[in-house]
């Protein structure tokens, strides 16, 4: 039971955070994706990405899905071999997603919405930080 002391279960509950958001977000984008694009396509209508948005909702969603998907891996290692390369990836995957969207809203000139994700990028690089 060593991941159940500091600083593991820190590392768990970033990884367990990312996972649970990015898989979440992702799994939305695909479950529904005719009305993710739909409602992107007109967020993006006046920009220079109108004709690259389904392109785009693509890398976005296989992003979140792959930063998800390493951080619930990354829980894994860390519960079984207390090491968190894995989890640190997810991280990092984590903060390349959301640089994507804060560059979608920002363009998009959705400055509240941009402004929401602060924080979670946030999160992601202290994520990054205490899972190196």
């Known amino acids: ?11 768990l509950f970033l990884a367990g955070f990312l996972a649970i958001l990015f898989l979440q977000s992702g799994l939305d984008k695909i479950f ?15 920009t ?7 392109l785009l909702l693509v890398v976005v969603t296989l992003a ?3 930063a998800g998907a390493l ?11 207390l090491k968190s390369s894995i989890a640190y990836y997810g991280a990092l995957t984590s903060a390349l997603s959301l640089i994507m969207l804060f560059f ?6 959705d400055y509240a919405g941009a402004a929401t994700l602060v924080p979670y990028f946030i999160l ?9």
């Open 64 to 66: 979140e899905i792959l």
């Open 1 to 11: 039971m060593d991941f159940l002391q500091f600083p593991h279960i820190v590392k």
């Open 124 to 132: 992601s690089i202290v994520a990054m930080v205490m899972l190196k």
């Open 48 to 54: 220079f990405l109108n004709r690259q948005v389904p």
């Open 71 to 81: 951080s619930i891996a990354g829980l894994f290692q860390i519960i079984f071999t």
């Open 104 to 109: 979608g809203q920002r363009i998009a000139k």
């Open 32 to 46: 529904d994706w005719k009305g993710n694009l739909s409602w992107l396509v007109g967020h993006f209508s006046k």
